[in-house]
């Protein structure tokens, strides 16, 4: 029989069921969160570390006579390899977290 006692059990058990899933579902959402703050932390720190610093040295050294000799394309180098290095050490930082 169908009384207000099974209706409020049955609102009761709808009720749990739902927090339930909307937990799991929270869960689901915070890990895909916590994925995009990751890959978009690495696009960062692959963009200020390695990026723009090598930009700034290309420009520079095409400032001078319009084209990259020898010795401002090693400079160049270094500044890259020295800025993977760094984005090298923040994802290490990263992992250890």
Not at 12 to 23: A, E, I, P, R
Not at 36 to 50: D, M, R, Y
Request: aromatic residues 2%.
């Amino acid at each position: 029989m169908l009384n207000e006692e099974n209706i409020k059990q049955g609102l009761g058990g709808f009720c749990g069921v739902v927090l339930s899933s909307l937990g799991i579902g929270l869960g689901d959402v915070e890990a895909i969160v916590s994925i995009i703050c990751s890959i978009v932390g690495l696009l960062i720190t692959i963009t200020f570390a390695v990026i723009i610093p090598v930009v700034k040295k290309i420009i520079a050294a095409k400032k001078n006579d319009g084209k990259i000799d020898l010795d401002e394309a090693a400079d160049i180098v270094e500044t890259l390899e020295q800025g993977l290095k760094d984005a090298k050490s923040d994802i290490d930082k990263t992992k250890k977290k």
